[in-house]
């Protein structure tokens, strides 16, 4: 996996891809289309940032480069790459359960906050993607 050069992009499967965390100097591209919705990408080195229609969608620190997010109504699936771990927060469904898998290993249970953030922890070792999946229970 490499780093995505033109910051975000639309993949043949719907999904998404977004971030660059090898910039030295923060970049951001807004008024991104994307199957009817609006996608405004924030990434650098030290975070990546990506909204929604305005919305929160998915942030890392530090910074990390992000391919087939796909989001449903029940799952978030994703594999990210970047240079060291990094915490990762998703919006959810507010004080909603869900079982998280990293890197094909189940890594448990958490449920969100009143707010909808899940925070987690992905450990990430240079040049290497983890596939990283949220499903609600």
Avoid: W
């Avoid at 970049?27 to 305005?54: M, P, Q, R, S």
């Amino acid at each position: 996996m490499a780093v995505i050069s033109e910051l975000i992009r639309s993949e043949a499967d719907g999904s998404i891809s977004f971030g660059d965390y090898t910039l030295a100097d923060k970049k951001k591209l807004e008024d991104f289309k994307h199957e009817g919705d609006l996608y405004k990408v924030k990434t650098f080195a030290d975070i990546t940032k990506l909204e929604k229609n305005g919305m929160f969608v998915y942030e890392s620190v530090p910074g990390t480069a992000v391919e087939k997010f796909h989001c449903s109504a029940d799952t978030v699936s994703f594999t990210v790459e970047g240079e060291e771990d990094a915490m990762v927060t998703l919006e959810l469904e507010p004080e909603t359960e869900y079982a998280i898998t990293v890197g094909g290993a189940e890594a448990g249970q958490m449920k969100t906050n009143l707010g909808g953030k899940l925070n987690l922890s992905v450990e990430l070792d240079p040049g290497v993607a983890v596939e990283v999946q949220v499903k609600r229970i």
